[in-house]
């Protein structure tokens, strides 16, 4: 692999963040309801190993959701 880079290639340094990677907002938004649902079902006196399998078993279900909407409305999926 050529891991030389061109001296004429236009590099555009970020500002520099103390504290580290800033992460998308969907992601931190899914990571916000996780938690709050984890603690609403725990709280409710569900044991934290059925709250853990409900949550995994949704989120599974949800992502294949999510990737088959997704097949059915891109365009290189649709028959000409």
Do not use: Q, Y
Request: with cysteine.
């Amino acid at each position: 692999m050529n891991n030389v880079v061109a001296a004429h290639t236009p590099c555009v340094e970020g500002p520099g963040r103390a504290g580290g990677i800033a992460l998308p907002a969907p992601a931190v938004t899914v990571v916000i309801v996780v938690v709050l649902l984890t603690g609403a079902l725990v709280s409710c006196g569900m044991t934290l190993e059925t709250v853990l399998t409900t949550l995994t078993a949704g989120g599974l279900l949800g992502v294949e959701l999510l990737r088959r909407t997704i097949a059915a409305v891109a365009p290189r999926s649709r028959m000409r």
